[in-house]
């Protein structure tokens, strides 16, 4: 397994719009593999293939707090959505900031397992904000989209002046 590289905010590649995955195959089920190691790793609860620069309809969860709970949906697709639940919201590719954002409450999901085999699933709470977070990823868009302009440029400023700071620290 290997730890894969998280794109971070406000990188272009992640507005890159991923296209489905043809094929259900060892080479994906190892890139499900390290994606799970790279998410534990961070750490998150989801991740979407997109954040590694992968730009396929893939993404995983984990939102158990003992890491027992991995799900891996091969070109989700959200068939219903209703109710309202407004959370703070973080992500991998935007690291340290958490926002409020609006999302259904509950969904209904269809996609591939790891096998290629079609399902469905009901997701309420956490588990359906963090499914509609990464197939938000899928599309080409982060949770910072949902904030006004101003907030999200402000981030934007400091994650690159972070990341000044951090590649001179390293030349030192």
Same mark, same amino acid.
């Given at each position: 397994m290997a730890k894969l590289t998280?794109?971070? /905010?406000? &990188?272009? +590649? %992640? +507005? !890159?719009? @991923? !296209?489905? $995955? =043809? @094929? $259900? &195959?060892?080479? %994906?089920? @190892? %890139?499900?593999? &390290?994606? /799970?190691? !790279?998410?534990? @790793? *961070?750490?998150?609860?989801?991740? *979407? *293939? !997109?954040?590694?620069? $992968?730009?396929?309809?893939? %993404?995983?969860? &984990? $939102? =158990?707090a003992d890491k027992s709970e991995p799900i891996a949906l091969i070109n989700p697709e959200i068939l219903e959505k209703d109710g309202v639940i407004v959370s703070d919201e973080g992500c991998l590719s935007v690291p340290g900031y958490y926002e409020e954002v609006e999302r259904a409450e509950h969904i209904r999901v269809r996609f591939l397992d790891r096998d290629g085999v079609a399902q469905e699933m009901e997701a309420e709470g956490l588990l359906a904000v963090c499914i509609q977070h990464e197939i938000d990823h899928l599309d080409g868009k982060l949770f910072v989209d949902y904030l006004s302009e101003a907030k999200r440029q402000r981030i934007r400023r400091k994650l690159q002046k972070e990341r000044r700071h951090q590649s001179a620290a390293v030349v030192m």
């Open positions: 998280i794109l971070e /905010f406000p &990188d272009p +590649r %992640l +507005r !890159t719009k @991923a !296209t489905p $995955v =043809s @094929a $259900v &195959d060892d080479r %994906l089920r @190892a %890139l499900i593999r &390290d994606m /799970f190691e !790279t998410m534990y @790793a *961070a750490p998150g609860i989801g991740l *979407a *293939a !997109t954040q590694v620069n $992968v730009h396929k309809r893939l %993404l995983i969860v &984990d $939102v =158990s």
